[in-house]
């Protein structure tokens, strides 16, 4: 389980791209989405829809952050697009996230090692964990926030048609 927690850490929070967003970031609230990332589950999926998305909120001790935690499970053999040159034809993937006034973002998504595939297209398969960081500014925001994603899946045979997931989450 320490392993487990150290790799999800790891690849959370020293993706050098996104280090500079995390001096905002109170270390116990990387700490705790770090936890919560391993403990969020996801359904398992199947070939007519081979991409499983869930998601959950959390707060600061002080209620002055949040974190949207994105979790997506990719059918084996299946994948979505993190970066398609313009030469290619695939859908990139699009991390989703409608915010209500007086919640602001902290930097971009926080998003795990892709893995090259071919022509410049690099993919994510498996289960892999996405998270925004957020701040109050007001606290009179309404009481949720929509977060989800926008992809195309492959596997080495067909591609499906583009497809959004939404979640709303309550705050």
């Known amino acids: 389980m ?15 791209d996104s280090w500079a967003q995390y001096d905002l970031i109170r270390p116990e609230m990387q700490r705790k989405v770090a936890e919560a990332s391993v ?3 996801v359904l398992d999926c199947h070939s007519l829809d081979p991409l499983s998305l869930n998601a959950l909120v959390l707060w600061s001790q002080d209620k002055s952050q949040l974190a949207v935690i994105m979790k997506i499970n990719l059918l084996p053999g299946w994948h979505i697009y993190s970066f398609v040159p313009k030469t290619q034809p695939y859908i990139p993937t699009e991390l989703l996230l409608e915010l209500p ?24 398969h498996g289960v892999q964990t ?9 606290s009179n925001y309404s009481n949720e926030l929509t ?25």
């Not at 195309?152 to 939404?166: A, G, I, M, S, V």
């Open 101 to 124: 006034k007086g919640i602001y973002k902290i930097g971009d998504w926080i998003k795990p090692m892709d893995e090259a595939y071919n022509d410049g297209v690099y993919i994510y």
């Open 147 to 171: 977060c989800g994603i926008y992809y195309q899946t492959c596997d080495l045979n067909k591609c499906y048609p583009p497809n959004e997931k939404l979640i709303k989450l309550k705050l």
């Open 130 to 138: 996405f998270v925004h960081y957020l701040k109050v500014t007001n």
């Open 39 to 41: 403990k969020l589950k």
């Open 2 to 16: 320490k392993i487990k927690f150290l790799i999800v850490f790891a690849i959370l929070f020293l993706n050098h």
